[in-house]
């Protein structure tokens, strides 16, 4: 999976979910700016688990704050993938 496909996907999840109409960003504080309360985060959590067929530990987002941080958690923690792994395939199309 592409890194922009990555995170398209979740911040598409992650404006479905929100109660704001502003769009969310790879910077926007999920918690802060977008009122992500504990309810919102398990569903969050839900809805990432069902969309790549994963099931995220609780304690792995604990320290989630943006999206970028969703990006990188799941990239690196749950799908085994990378920022090299990435470049590396957009090389190949080229």
Known sequence: MKENDLKNKILTIFQTISRRTE???????????????????LMAMNELDDAFEIEINEEDFIDVVTAADVVRLLRENYLGLSAESDAKEMANET
Not at 23 to 41: A, C, G, K, Q, V
């Open 23 to 41: 769009p969310i960003r790879m910077e926007t504080n999920l918690r802060e700016e977008m009122d992500f309360d504990s309810l919102t985060t």
